[in-house]
């Protein structure tokens, strides 16, 4: 069965970890925007592209993270992973895992956040010095 990627709750979830509240991202998005408006969308499983696209935009995170980011899966190979007195076995010594894996995958999540921020950083400032 193939397991269907909740777009609109990617969405908040992402804004959420940028620290963006539903009004500023309304605002972002043009007046045609509002929170209530913000809200409804991160319920609904599927979005139209073109709105995804909007949102990508003015998030600085490419279309794809909001089409492809399951947390339930990926919380699903943290668990089967690592669990309480997981251990990893390194030649003799074994060592006990001291980190919440959750955490690392979301430290991993905003780490390629900002890298691909500063992409579009670089890419528009050649494109402005191209005009």
Known sequence: MDKKIHEGRNV???????????EALAYDLG??????????LEQKETIDTPILQQI??????????????DEEQAINIISNTFHD?????????NFNCTFNPLD??????ERL????REKVELMKEILEKMK
Not at 12 to 22: A, D, S, T
Not at 31 to 40: P, R
Not at 85 to 93: D, E, I, K, M, S
């Open 104 to 109: 690392k995958v979301m430290e991993l999540f």
């Open 12 to 22: 908040k979830r992402f804004r959420e970890m940028m620290g963006i509240k539903q």
């Open 113 to 116: 956040l900002a890298s691909e």
């Open 85 to 93: 007195g997981a251990v990893a076995n390194a030649g003799t010594a």
């Open 31 to 40: 007046e045609d925007w509002n929170q209530k408006k913000i809200s409804l």
């Open 56 to 69: 990508a935009t003015v998030l600085k995170i490419p279309v794809e993270a909001f089409q492809n980011f």
